[in-house]
């Protein structure tokens, strides 16, 4: 059991970066594979990024791979994602998600999810 906090959202300007973290408040990532999605209220869950247990294997939406950084630190039982560039259609909110196994970008192949943090962009 993993229980995930993503932090480090807020409202930003048109070409501003952020660093989204995710956090294991309870239980420990090692083994997991994690992985960032968005969402605007209404609308279906976006893949953004995935990487293994151990940092060996990203991957990255087509939309959005030349301005997204997943990385990881199991040190501190946390996984980061840096967006930068970013523009209003970023805003969204992001959740983190976590499984044992493979990293993947398949939603419903993810077990734990945090509550998400917010994302807003002005132009």
């Known amino acids: 059991q993993v229980t995930l906090i993503e932090s480090g959202g807020g409202m930003v300007q048109a070409g501003d970066s952020l660093r989204l973290s995710c956090a294991a408040s309870?239980?420990?990532?090692?083994?997991?594979?994690v992985g960032w999605f968005r969402r605007a209220p209404g609308k279906e869950g976006q893949f953004v990024a995935s990487?293994?247990?151990?940092?060996?294997?990203?991957y990255y939406s087509d939309s959005e791979k030349d301005r997204v950084t997943v990385s990881r630190d199991n040190r501190r039982n946390t996984v980061y994602l840096q967006v930068n560039s970013l523009k209003p259609a970023d805003t969204d909110v992001y959740y983190c998600?976590?499984?044992?196994?493979?990293?993947?970008?398949?939603?419903?192949?993810?077990?734990?999810w945090g509550q998400g943090t917010q994302v807003t962009v002005s132009s």
């Open positions: 998600a976590a499984r044992l196994g493979d990293a993947t970008t398949a939603a419903r192949s993810f077990d734990y």
């Open positions: 309870s239980g420990r990532l090692n083994f997991h594979a």
């Open positions: 990487i293994s247990w151990d940092g060996s294997t990203t």
